[in-house]
């Protein structure tokens, strides 16, 4: 009987030390903590929350951080679900489907692009080229926002190099974009305590309600529309380093014109970037250009595309940190962000919080506006971003 006792204690101990064990475990990695947990719930797969086919610019993002963590980790689930989710916007012949129309003329749903191309060279399957092909079709129209940027330019990039690379005008559109809303959205040092940094949105007719009547800029510099822009200029940056030096030379020094005009601008932005951190938690205002006022906050989808940028920058010889600035920054960051951003589940899985829902120029675009918007949980277009910034720290 007390023998029995004993061994009937001993395998509860058992028991509950496994429980404990698998409930606790979680990967060591932040990245593929991140990206298991978007995963088993279900997020970023190409379906909204009721199961209906959806182009979202959100799921382009994810899967760029999935390919670049399958990359490094060779773990072939994170290609599978690549795959699937594009497969779930893709009919066989290729048509885009869900939400997805051309003559919307939004920018949003090309971010899913990338995807599609890098699907084609993995796979050979052509109808990704049809879907890409559609998206290529829709880029005549205007960019309006930094987030557009991101959105838009990052596939017009991959798009050009990898099918039109000797496209000279292609090229110098690109550099364009990137030039004229840096040019429009400068906050420049006439204005009292300048951030040096780029306002959230440039309308070309000055127009719209939030428009200034000078530049047609926004009155506010927003965390995350310039966080969606440092991640452009890195992504774009990284794929002109692919283009084949057999290429004419006037294209040739079409995409010389762009590395320089994407390197001068990340020079530009990068001291100010940092200079604009707080100096206490070293992460960003969610209204960058309002620090400290009431009902401002840290906002976390923003430090991590900041973070993400800044690291992969300095890595790929993007930017110079000669003094070690950048990592710096970067690192303090990173240190806040998963201290105070990165809630660990029950069931293994991590949440993410902090990152405000959305921030669009509909309206009058000023400090009220942006502070009345709610944050989101596990919200993906900051997962992802997290995830992003993961992959980016853990290379160092
Ligand atoms: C690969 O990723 C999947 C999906 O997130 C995960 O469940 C699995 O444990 C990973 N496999 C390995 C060997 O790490
Ligand atoms: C492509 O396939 C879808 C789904 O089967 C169909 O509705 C659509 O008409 C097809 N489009 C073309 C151009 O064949
Ligand atoms: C080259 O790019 C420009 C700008 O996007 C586009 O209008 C033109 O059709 C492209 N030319 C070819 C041959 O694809
Ligand atoms: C600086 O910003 C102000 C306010 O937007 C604008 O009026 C002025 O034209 C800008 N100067 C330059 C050189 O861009
Ligand atoms: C500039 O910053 C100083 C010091 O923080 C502050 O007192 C002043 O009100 C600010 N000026 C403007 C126009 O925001």
Redesign the pocket.
């Known amino acids: 009987m007390i023998t029995f006792t004993a061994l009937a204690l001993f395998i509860q101990l058992i028991v509950t030390f496994w429980h404990a064990v698998s409930v606790t475990a979680r990967p060591s990695s932040y990245a593929v903590w991140a990206?298991?947990s978007a995963?088993k719930r279900g997020q970023g797969n190409g379906l909204d929350a009721s199961g209906k086919a959806i182009v979202s610019y959100e799921h382009g993002e994810l899967q760029w951080g999935l390919r670049l963590l399958f990359e490094r980790t060779g773990?072939q689930?994170?290609f599978n679900y690549i795959r699937q989710g594009a497969d779930n916007i893709v009919f066989p012949n290729g048509t885009v489907h869900g939400s997805y129309k051309l003559s919307d003329f939004s920018l949003d749903p090309i971010r899913t692009g990338p995807t599609f191309l890098y699907l084609l060279k993995e796979t050979g399957d052509a109808k990704y080229r049809t879907a890409a092909d559609t998206f290529r079709d829709q880029l005549d129209g205007h960019p309006r926002w930094l987030d557009g940027i991101y959105m838009g330019e990052v596939f017009y990039a991959q798009y050009t190099l990898d099918f039109d690379a000797s496209n000279t005008t292609a090229w110098h559109d690109i550099a364009n974009q990137f030039n004229l809303m840096f040019t429009n959205t400068l906050q420049n040092a006439t204005t009292p305590n300048s951030t040096g940094l780029l306002y959230h949105g440039y309308d070309f007719s000055h127009k719209a309600t939030w428009a200034s009547s000078d530049r047609g800029h926004s009155p506010e510099v927003w965390d995350r529309a310039l966080g969606w822009y440092f991640m452009a200029l890195v992504d774009v940056l990284e794929i002109t380093a692919n283009a084949p030096s057999s290429l004419p030379s006037s294209t040739l020094a079409a995409i010389s014109d762009l590395k320089v005009t994407l390197q001068n601008i990340l020079a530009t932005l990068t001291p100010r970037l940092i200079q604009a951190a707080d100096p206490q938690s070293g992460v960003w205002w969610l209204v960058l250009t309002q620090p400290g006022r009431t009902k401002n906050y840290f906002e976390s989808s923003g430090a991590a595309m900041y973070i993400y940028s800044l690291l992969r920058a300095v890595r790929l010889g993007y930017v110079n940190d000669e003094d070690g600035s950048i990592l710096r920054a970067a690192r303090k960051a990173f240190t806040y962000m998963t201290s105070n951003w990165v809630i660990e589940n029950v069931d293994g899985t991590m949440s993410w919080i902090n990152t405000v829902q959305v921030g669009s120029l509909d309206t009058t675009g000023d400090f009220n506006y942006y502070v009345g918007v709610p944050t989101d949980f596990n919200d993906l277009k900051g997962l992802a971003a997290f995830l992003l910034a993961s992959i980016e720290y853990e290379y160092l």
């Open positions: 990206a298991d995963i773990n689930s994170y």
